[in-house]
């Protein structure tokens, strides 16, 4: 049986990118909070996802974005290096393109004020519902926070319940306190 | 049939990356497979939004590839050791005027007449793009010239 040498398979998925013929490209990067995959289109970073099981995302990346999914190391390179920074504290916010994909309007407004909560701080569902135009989805804000796109770029790990616990965190809780400890947030 | 669902291309070139490369050495041998490996799966690329479902997609490639090598094997100079071994190149444009017939085949009949008679591969091959047996292919490409020649008739 013959095997693909690995650098012919680095300098097809390099091809491949160079050429602009993908819809999204994709690596696993290792981190405090476990493996990530991390995944961008053209557009910018799509998908951050904390299932370590890569086959998963792509399908629905595949849904979202395009059947061209291909894993491409390199291209993910500044997305991986600015996650480093911030995991070593070097970082509090993110200069990354972001795409949402196809969302509803009230979703991308919900995740654009996500994205303004401050490194260290927290805030509730209720009162980033409220920013958004509608104070009485704070529920419907839990059902975005969890399935945010974008975990920790997307700060979801920012936003508690009104009394100040935890309430769920899509990649699970014990992360959601890393996350908040390491930004010394006073939760 | 239901329509197969096309994978993400990742599950796609990782099933079939080592068997398309498999062939192409065989077909020009290890130094000239390596472009024309790279070559095939730019072109799966290519062509990989517009395919309308994902059954028989190793055939699918197959073809592709087997293009690949025989344009290489055109622009490869005749004593150059390592030459195209699909020996018919002359039958290409004989087999080009049937093509447009071998489109309304099953799709698997399809597959097997036109690696079989438009690049003259073995039935083991064939199988092998089919992801069945050597006696699979040669039957389904012997129904499927039947059938071109009740259609011409």
Redesign the interface.
């Known amino acids: 049986m013959n095997v693909v040498p690995e650098a012919l398979d680095h300098r097809f998925r390099e091809a491949a990118a160079a050429l602009g013929l993908l819809d999204v490209l994709y690596d696993v990067a290792d981190t405090p909070v476990g493996p990530l995959l991390l995944a961008i289109t053209e557009r910018g970073l799509c998908r951050i996802s904390f299932d370590p099981e890569p086959e998963r995302e792509t399908e629905s990346l595949a849904r979202e974005f395009g059947v061209r999914v291909l894993r491409e190391p390199r291209s993910v390179d500044p997305v991986r290096r600015e996650l480093d920074e911030y995991f070593e504290g070097r970082r509090r916010s993110f200069d990354l393109e972001i795409d949402l994909g196809p969302r509803s309007a009230f979703t991308r407004l919900v995740l654009d004020e996500l994205a303004r909560v401050p490194y260290g701080d927290v805030t509730t569902y209720g009162s980033l519902a409220a920013r958004a135009g509608n104070p009485r989805a704070a529920r419907a804000v839990g059902t975005i926070m969890n399935r945010n796109p974008i975990p920790i770029v997307l700060p979801c790990h920012r936003v508690v319940g009104s009394t100040g616990n935890l309430v769920g965190y899509g990649g699970g809780l014990h992360r959601k306190r890393l996350l908040l400890d390491l930004e010394e947030a006073p939760v | 049939m239901m329509d197969v669902v096309?994978?993400?291309?990742?599950?796609f070139?990782a099933e079939h990356?080592?068997a398309v490369?498999?062939h192409l050495?065989r077909l020009i041998g290890r130094q000239r497979a390596?472009d024309a490996?790279?070559e095939t799966?730019?072109r799966a690329?290519?062509g990989?939004?517009s395919l309308r479902h994902g059954r028989y997609l190793r055939a699918w490639v197959f073809t592709i590839a087997t293009r690949v090598a025989v344009d290489d094997g055109r622009r490869a100079r005749p004593e150059e050791p390592g030459e195209v071994d699909v020996e018919s190149l002359d039958e290409l444009p004989a087999y080009a005027q049937l093509e447009h017939l071998a489109d309304e085949l099953p799709e698997k009949e399809r597959a097997a007449v036109v690696l079989r008679y438009g690049y003259d591969l073995s039935y083991a091959d064939i199988g092998a793009a089919l992801e069945s047996s050597e006696e699979a292919a040669r039957q389904a490409a012997s129904s499927g010239v039947r059938r071109l020649r009740r259609r011409l008739a």
Request: hydrophobic share 35%; glycine share 4%; net charge negative.
């Open positions: 096309i994978p993400p291309f990742e599950r070139y990356r080592d490369y498999g050495v390596e490996f790279q799966f730019l690329l290519q990989y939004p």
